[in-house]
């Protein structure tokens, strides 16, 4: 999409390992509210990614392929609010669930709010579905041989298979 002066672009940031099923309720939502929304996939290196930040950037966009007001990138080594800047968003939106995010959520925003005055903190409550959902539940239940159809889209689905099978070998 063409970038113009007057669009309200947002920034949903994130590890995305891998994304969940409350994720794409986010990025849909938020597709609805501004003119576009940035996935930013988190690339720092983790101890143990479960997919590597190329695997989930190439998973967000087979997914949103039909949305097309979605963009998905990576950023590392990089304040949240300088990445923000360089892609001339004005929001970053965050996903809330339970009291327990609150705490977590609100530091970081007012440490954002902190550095860069002028980006607005959103936070969009998760769906009802979705408030007990999260990428760490979704690795441990299917670390342990669990089901995870219906938490994660389709191609995460697979992708995890995949990995497994691997890992067990023929
Ligand atoms: P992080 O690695 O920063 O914890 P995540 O990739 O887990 O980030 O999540 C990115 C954002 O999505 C966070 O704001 C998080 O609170 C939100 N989020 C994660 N899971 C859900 C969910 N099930 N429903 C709504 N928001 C969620």
Redesign the pocket.
Known sequence: MEQTAAQRIAI??????P?????V??ILRGARLFDRIIVAI?ANPEKTPLLTPAERVEIARDVFRGTPNVDVDTFADVLLVDYARHRGALVI?????AVS?FE??TQ?ALMNRHLSPELETV?????AA???????LVKEVFALGGPVAGLVPPAVERRMQERHAQKVGP
């Open positions: 949903y940031p994130g590890s995305f390992d994304l969940t099923n409350g994720h309720d986010i988190l939106v965050r996903g809330l669930r995010d977590y959520e970081m936070f969009m409550v998760s769906s979705n408030a007990y959902l999260s990428s760490r």
